[in-house]
C-alpha cells in the first residue's frame, strides 16, 4: 500500500508538492488571510451613532473618520516615530553588526553572535518592564544624573515642547528609548548575515586600488549591505508602527495607532474604527515591501 | 550479446528546453561506456533518466529488455556513484555502504559482513567507523562506489566519477576502476566532459551535443574517424578545415579533420605546404607548433626535441596519405 | 594601514557600547528581584532579601498564568513544527509557480505588526461567533510561530542536497524509510532549534494573544496587567527574572543545535 503510494508520488511529484502545502497554505491562507479579510471587511462597516452597534453595511463612513484632525495626528505621529526608531536602529546597530561580521573570530565571533541575538528572543515584557525600572522618577537613570550634578541637563532636555514632560518615563524621548531598545535585534541580524556576504576579496580590492577604510565603507560595504539593512527597517519600522504597549507604559497621553485599534476594540466596541486603524499600517507596509522586494531584500531575511 | 540499457526515441523536456532530443542508443551488457560532451550537452540527464530520477517525455527506456519508464529508481537494477558523492553525513562509513541493505531488511550481522566486503574491494579496510566528514575527497569517492556495488547492481551509473580530484588522484582511480569494473563484469555507465577521461577507460563512447548523440563507437574510431566537425573539435583538438582549405591543401573538396600528432615539419618547399611558424608551445613531453598556411592556422604536435624554426621561420608540413578525413557537414 | 586601524577602534567602541546597551537593561531585572522596597522603583534598592521568592511561589494567579501559558506554546509549536517542515520541505524542492508568494505568506504574521494578526483574529471571530478560548489563542500563536520553523527547516533542506535523497531512493529505500533514515535524521536539530525558538516566541507574546484570549490569562497577560496597574511590584520583579531565565535557556539551546550541525557540515 504505502509502495504504492510511494510509486504513484515518483510518477506525479507535482502531486507531492501539492501534498506537502496544503496543510500549511490551508492553514495560513484560511486562518490568517482569512483573518486579514475579515479585518478589511469590518472596516468597511460603521458603527450606529445611537445604538453604538455595528451595521452591517459596506461604507467608507469610517475612513473618513481616519481623517478627523485627531486622528490624522496619531497616524502622523506614529508614521514618524516609526522613521526615528528605524534611523535610529540603523545608527546603532551598524557598527554591531559590522564588528561582528568583519573583525571579530572564533569566540569572539560566537559572543557578539548569541549578545546580537538573545535580545531579539528575550521576553519583550521584560524589556519595557526594565525601562520602566530605568527611566522612573526614583530610578537609576536620575539617580546617574543626579550624582553627577547634571539634573539641569536632564531638566533642560525635558522641558523640550512635545518631546519632553514630567519625567523621562512619561514623555516621547521616553517611548522612543524603549522602542528602539526593543526593536533594534530586528535590525542587528539581517544586517550582520548581509555584512557576512560582502566578499573579503572585493574590500580587499578597494584597498588595493587605494580607498581609505572610509571609502571601503561607503562605496563598497554599504551598497552591498543595503538589502541587509531594508529587510532589518521592515521589521523595526514596521513592529514599531503597530506597537501599542510601550507607547501605552511609558510614555505620554497622546496615542499611536496601536493603542487607537486597541481602545477602538476594547472598552469602545468600535471594531469597524479599530479595523480602519489597522489598515493604515498594512498599507504602508505594502508600499514598503514592494519596495524592498524591488531592491532585492527578501534574500537577507 | 545482453542489451544492458537501451533508449529508444528517448526525449526529456523541461519546459521549452529540450535537454535530451531523440536519442536512440545501444549499451551492451559488461561494457565500460562513457557519454561525453560539453557541459548542458544532455549526458547527465541521459543518466537520470537510467537512475530513474528523470523520467522520459517521449520514447523509452529499457533496462535488460523491459520497458522501465514506470519502475521507480529503488526498484531498478542501477545503482549510482554520484558527482558531490551524495555520502550520507549522519551515518558512519559502514552504515553508509550497508544502507542498500538496510532498507532491504537484510540482519545487521550479514550487512556488517558485506560492507566489510565491498570496503575491501574499494581498499578501505579498517575506515568503516569514520564519518563521511573525516575522509579526504579520495576516499570519500571509494566509499561511494562501494554503497553502489552492495546491491549487486547489474548497471553501474557514475557521474563525472573524477571531476572533484586532482590529477594523480584521477589517473590512479582510473585504473581502479578499469579493474573493479573487470573483476565485477557489470555495465559501467559514465559521464564525462573530459575527452582524456573518456578516450583511457571507456570501451565505447557515446558523443553528446545539445541533447543528442552525435557519434557512437570505440574510442578509436571517435578519435580518428570523428563523423562531424563537432566530434573532431571536442575530442582530442583537431585542425578543422572547411571545404575551399582542403582543397587548396591537395585533398578532397569537403570538410576535413586532420590530427595535429600525424603533422611533421619540414624544411620549407620540401612539404605538401608552406607556411610560417607563429607560436610554439612546450608541453612537456611535445609541443605544438602553430603554422600559418596563407590566412589558416594548422597546428602540429611533434616531439619536444625536434627542431623548429624561430617564430616567423619558414617551414613546410607533412602527413601520411590519409590523415586528412571527410566529415560530414553539421 | 593607519587609518585602517584608528578605524577598528572607534568600531570595537561603538560595538562594544551597543551591546551593554543591550545587555544593561535586562541585568538590571536581577537586582530588582531581590530587593526590599516594595512600593517604588527606588535605585540603588536600600537592600536585599529573597523573600519575594517565596511570596511569588505561593501566588496561585501566577502558576495558573504559567500553566496556560506552557500549555498554549507547546500546542501551537507542534503545529507550527508540523506545518513549517511541511512548507519549507515543498518550497526547496522544486522551484515552482508561486514559490516567493508562499515564503511572503509565511514571513507576513511576523512581518506585519503582531496587533495587525490580532486585530484580524479578533474581526474574524467576531463575525463568526466564535467563543474565546486556550484554542482561539493558540490558533493566532500558531500563525506567527510556523515561520521559525520555516526558516530554520528550509535553510537546513538546502543544505541537505538533494542528491541524498536521491541517493536513498536508489540504494533501494522507499519514500517512508527515505523520510525516515535520511531526512529526519538530518532535519532533527533545525526541527528542535525551530521548535525552541517557537516556544519561547509563544511564550513570551502578548500583542496577539490581547485579542484573542478573552478573559483568559496567559503570564504575559499577567505580567501587562501588572505593569498598567501595580500591585504587587516585588512579585513582578521576580516574575520578569523567571521569565528571562526560562526563555533564555530554549535559545541557547536553539544555537548551539544550529551551531554544531553548520560547522560539522562545513568540514
Known sequence: MLARLSDTLWRRPGLFILLLLTPPLLWLGIIYVGSLFALLLQSFFSIDEFSGLIRYELTLKTYYELLTPANGDIILRTIIMACAVTAAATLIAFPIALYAARHARGRLKAFFYLGAMMPLWSSYLVKIYAWKLILAKEGIINWVVEGMGLAFVLNAILAFPVIGGNSLSVSYIGTFIVLLYVWIPFMILPLQAALERVPEPLLEASDDLGATAGQTLRHVTIPLALPGMIAGSIFTFSLTMGDYIVPQIIGSSRRFIGQAVYAHQGTAGNIPLAAAFAVVPIVVMAFYLWYARRRGAFDAL | ?330 | MRSERKASVLLKCAAVAGLLFLHLPILLIFLYAFTTEDTSYVFPPPGLTLDWLAVTWNRPDVWQALGLSLRVASVSTVIAIVLGTLCAAAVSKARFFGRETISLLVILPIALPGIITGISLRSAFNILDIPFSTFTIILGHATFCVVVVYNNAIARFRRLSGSLIEASFDLGATGFQTFRYIVLPNLATALLAGGMLAFALSFDEVIVTTFTAGQQQTLPIWMLEELVRPRQRPVTNVVAMVVVVVTFLPILAAYYLTREASSSRST
Open chain 2, 1 to 330: 550479446m545482453t542489451v544492458a540499457v537501451a533508449f529508444e526515441n528517448t526525449s526529456r523536456h523541461f519546459g521549452a528546453v529540450v535537454a535530451v532530443d531523440r536519442v536512440d542508443l545501444v549499451i551492451e551488457e559488461g561494457s565500460f561506456f562513457a557519454m561525453l560532451g560539453p557541459s548542458g550537452s544532455g549526458k547527465t540527464t541521459c543518466l537520470r533518466l537510467i537512475s530513474g530520477f528523470e523520467r522520459p517525455s517521449e520514447g523509452l527506456i529499457r533496462i535488460f529488455g523491459e520497458d522501465s519508464n514506470d519502475i521507480p529508481p529503488n526498484r531498478r537494477p542501477v545503482n549510482t556513484v554520484f558527482q558531490d558523492y551524495a555520502l550520507f553525513p549522519h551515518l558512519d562509513v559502514d552504515d553508509n555502504v550497508a544502507y542498500g541493505l538496510m532498507v532491504r531488511g537484510v540482519p545487521r550481522g550479514r550487512r556488517k559482513d558485506e560492507a566489510g566486503r565491498m570496503l575491501e574491494l574499494v581498499k578501505l579496510g579498517g575506515y568503516g567507523r569514520r564519518k563521511p566528514s573525516e575522509l579526504s575527497g579520495g576516499q570519500r569517492q571509494r566509499v561511494a562506489l562501494a554503497r553502489a556495488l552492495i546491491n549487486r547492481p547489474r548497471v553501474l551509473l557514475l557521474d563525472e566519477p573524477l571531476g572533484a580530484l586532482d590529477l594523480k588522484l584521477r589517473e590512479q582511480m582510473q585504473d581502479e576502476l578499469k579493474a573493479i569494473q573487470e573483476t565485477l563484469g557489470i555495465t559501467f555507465i559514465f559521464v564525462t566532459h573530459d575527452q582524456g577521461e573518456a578516450l583511457s577507460m571507456a570501451d565505447q563512447i557515446a558523443v553528446m551535443n545539445e541533447g543528442r548523440v552525435i557519434q557512437t563507437g570505440s574510442p578509436r574510431e571517435i578519435y580518428e574517424h570523428p563523423r562531424t566537425r563537432f566530434v573532431a573539435d571536442f575530442v582530442g583538438s583537431s585542425n578543422v578545415f572547411p571545404p575551399e582549405v582542403s582543397v587548396s591543401f591537395g585533398e578532397a573538396e569537403a570538410w576535413s579533420s586532420l590530427r595535429p600528432e600525424t603533422v611533421s615539419l619540414a624544411p620549407p618547399g620540401t612539404g605538401r605546404v608552406d607556411g610560417h611558424v607563429v607560436s610554439v608551445r612546450y608541453l612537456g613531453a611535445s609541443k605544438r607548433v602553430t603554422i600559418a598556411v596563407r590566412d589558416h592556422l594548422v597546428a602540429a604536435i611533434i616531439a619536444a626535441d625536434s627542431p623548429v624554426p624561430d617564430q616567423g621561420g619558414g617551414v613546410s608540413l607533412v602527413w601520411p596519405a590519409g590523415s586528412f578525413h571527410v566529415m560530414d557537414d553539421d
